[in-house]
């Protein structure tokens, strides 16, 4: 946990699987079957920023088949969250939004704080990534005014900050519906709360919320530096999963400003970066921008 905690997103994943392959050798009893599901669940957190998707699914049918024989309501409601954000990783938003509104039809009876603010978080993802941009500023604005004051430095079981997230998404939604001056603010905001906890995962996402509504805008003296910025963290603290993100829209910002030959070394390295690990959604965000 404090490797994860300090973005050792690969010294965290060694651990938890130790910790797993250790866990197998205690006896068969509920309390043991239940330390199992929340260690797969740390895995699945540190394999995320790596943009290990396989390996997570394969975790996440282990967690789920043990969290079925012991009708563990709660545990099942973070396994259709994490599915949810498999699913979106993926391109298989309908899926997505499925294995969201499961988690949120779950929640109803628990009340549990933190699961609500993931499911808001992943509904608005898959939204936003279908186009429907309606809907994903309704979930991620419910998380951004309930992430104030101490809340916005908590993760609750994200791997960044829950506020820093929740608005860097918002304000990507509100820049493709041409409010770009409420995208900036809320990116902006991001960006502040990111910076005072220094921590690199909500970093890179908060150079994102700003860098992608400037470029829909055509401020690419805002954009361009955002990304660069973005960018350099992704490939210094080894976060390779949002490369392709930053790569692309940095790309096709120094195209649209004349600077071909930087332009096209990144869009090609977005593109094997995408094939590489298999992720769509970042295929069809590339073929978007």
Not at 118 to 141: E, H, K, P, S, V
Not at 196 to 214: D, E, K, R, Y
Not at 225 to 253: H, K
Request: with cysteine; aromatic share 8%; proline share 2%.
């Amino acid at each position: 946990m404090r490797a994860l905690g300090r973005s050792a997103y690969r010294e965290a994943v060694g651990c938890f699987e130790q910790a797993l392959a250790a866990s197998q050798h205690f006896p068969d009893t509920r309390e043991t079957r239940e330390q199992a599901i929340d260690l797969v669940f740390g895995v699945r957190n540190a394999l995320h920023p790596l943009g290990e998707h396989g390996r997570i699914l394969d975790h996440l049918h282990t967690a789920k088949r043990l969290a079925e024989t012991l009708d563990d309501r709660r545990r099942l409601g973070w396994i259709s969250v994490y599915m949810s954000n498999y699913s979106w990783w993926m391109g298989d938003q309908e899926h997505a939004i499925e294995s969201g509104q499961r988690a949120l039809a779950i929640n109803e009876s628990l009340g549990d704080f933190t699961l609500q603010v993931q499911t808001n978080f992943r509904l608005g993802q898959a939204f936003f990534a279908l186009g429907d941009y309606r809907q994903a500023i309704r979930f991620l604005t419910r998380n951004v005014d309930l992430l104030t004051g101490d809340l916005l430095h908590e993760r609750f079981g994200l791997a960044g900050l829950a506020s820093v997230l929740s608005r860097y998404s918002l304000a990507c939604a509100l820049a493709e519906q041409g409010a770009f001056a409420e995208a900036m603010a809320c990116g902006e905001e991001g960006l502040r709360v990111a910076e005072a906890a220094n921590h690199p995962f909500s970093l890179v996402l908060a150079t994102f919320g700003i860098g992608l509504p400037a470029l829909r805008q055509g401020a690419f003296h805002i954009a361009i530096p955002m990304l660069e910025r973005g960018l350099t963290l992704c490939q210094n603290r080894d976060i390779p999963v949002f490369f392709a993100w930053l790569a692309s829209a940095l790309g096709y910002a120094r195209g649209l400003v004349g600077q071909v030959t930087e332009a096209l070394p990144l869009l090609e390295q977005a593109v094997e970066h995408v094939i590489s690990l298999r992720i769509r959604y970042s295929r069809h965000s590339a073929q978007r921008l």
